[in-house]
């Protein structure tokens, strides 16, 4: 049975930093690319970041240079270290796994290549 289970998410003022994890179990998660994505209230979900199985990352626009995607694979763990956070960041941060392709540009945009997906974790900036 798949299963990730996300943590770490908070509320923080405008500016601060926060680190997503996310544990995954009952499939060879190494071999699959994991993202993170979110969701704000009234809002479609969007990609925020991936990356596939030999590390490449990619993400979306608004987190450039502020979000950094990384995992673990001795852990099974992703991660999602997020800096300088805005108000806009606000959302349900939703870990998910289960491509097996490998990444290519815009893959952020692509939610639905993901067969697995966590519960999510709430991420409320405060300015």
């Known amino acids: 049975q798949v299963q990730l289970v996300e943590s770490g998410g908070g509320s923080v003022q405008a500016g601060g930093s926060l680190r997503l994890t996310c544990v995954a179990s009952?499939?060879?998660?190494?071999?699959?690319?994991m993202g993170w994505f979110r969701q704000a209230p009234g809002k479609e979900r969007e990609g925020v970041a991936v990356i596939d199985s030999d590390g490449t990352t990619s993400y979306a626009d608004s987190v450039k240079g502020r979000f950094t995607i990384s995992k673990d694979n001795a852990k099974n763990t992703l991660y999602l270290q997020m800096n300088s956070l805005k108000p806009e960041d606000t959302a349900m941060y939703y870990c998910?796994?289960?491509?097996?392709?490998?990444?290519?540009?815009?893959?952020?945009?692509?939610?639905?290549?993901?067969?697995?997906w966590g519960q999510g974790t709430q991420v409320t900036v405060s300015s």
């Open positions: 998910a796994g289960g491509f097996s392709g490998s990444s290519f540009p815009g893959i952020v945009h692509y939610s639905n290549l993901f067969g697995y």
């Open positions: 009952g499939y060879a998660y190494s071999n699959y690319c």
